[in-house]
């Protein structure tokens, strides 16, 4: 079945710096690749997603890439903020997300530092 | 987007119980499907439900243990049984729409 791998597991940025984070995923059938926010106490919200068909895809401060013959995509926060510290996941599924499951990777703890 | 509710939000239960957890969404939609988080770690799908037919569950989990209800298309159950403390762990439903995925907010289960 499907893998993915996330690093890193804990990210410290100062505030207005960026962030990255990169995951791999092993299944080069997957073709749907989510990004989720956790807050503490909170369920996953979705914040971008990117579908093998694209390369790179931006909304505002955030932007994902994906680079399908590596089998990689990573999440790039600019310009960070006090809110943006959370738990981020990556995920990767077959089907689209609406139709199969996700895979997830072991989640990054991004700390934005004032 | 979809809103997503879940009952209970925790939940205290004793060795050898059950539970059911129910699941409930503000827009008809084809296939849900549930998740468990153990604290700090990530999340492990538990299987898919699809309206009107059996779930479809994932390499580890099984129907015993996990029964899932699916009787409509807004709405899933899903019932731990025969809890055992490792059972703990937060459990999260989502509902695909317009290909993509929503999370409920989760129901942390402690198992004593």
């Known amino acids: 079945g499907e893998n993915v791998e996330q690093h890193p597991s804990t990210l410290s940025v100062q505030e207005g710096d960026s962030a990255v984070i990169k995951c791999t995923y092993s299944d080069s059938a997957s073709n749907y690749f989510p990004w989720y926010k956790q807050e503490l106490g909170k369920g996953p919200q979705l914040i971008i997603d990117i579908r093998s068909n694209v390369g790179e895809k931006k909304d505002q401060r955030i932007a994902v890439t994906l680079n399908k013959t590596a089998k990689h995509f990573s999440l790039h926060i600019t310009e960070t903020q006090p809110e943006d510290s959370a738990v981020y996941f990556c995920a990767a599924s077959l089907g689209g997300g609406g139709a199969d499951g996700l895979t997830f990777g072991k989640g990054t703890h991004l700390i934005i530092q004032p | ?112």
């Open chain 2, 1 to 112: 987007s979809a809103v997503i509710s879940q009952k209970p939000s925790r939940d205290i239960c004793q060795r050898g119980t059950s539970l059911t957890i129910q699941c409930q969404v503000d827009s008809q939609v084809t296939m849900m499907f549930w998740y468990r988080q153990q604290p700090g770690q990530s999340l492990t799908l538990i299987a898919t439900a699809n309206q009107g037919s059996e779930a479809t569950y994932e390499s580890g989990f099984v129907i015993d243990k996990f029964p899932i209800s699916r009787p409509n298309l807004t709405f899933s159950t899903l019932t731990v049984s025969n809890m055992s403390p490792e059972d703990s762990s937060i459990y999260l439903c989502s509902a695909g729409l317009a290909d993509e995925q929503f999370f409920g907010p989760g129901t942390r289960l402690t198992v004593l």
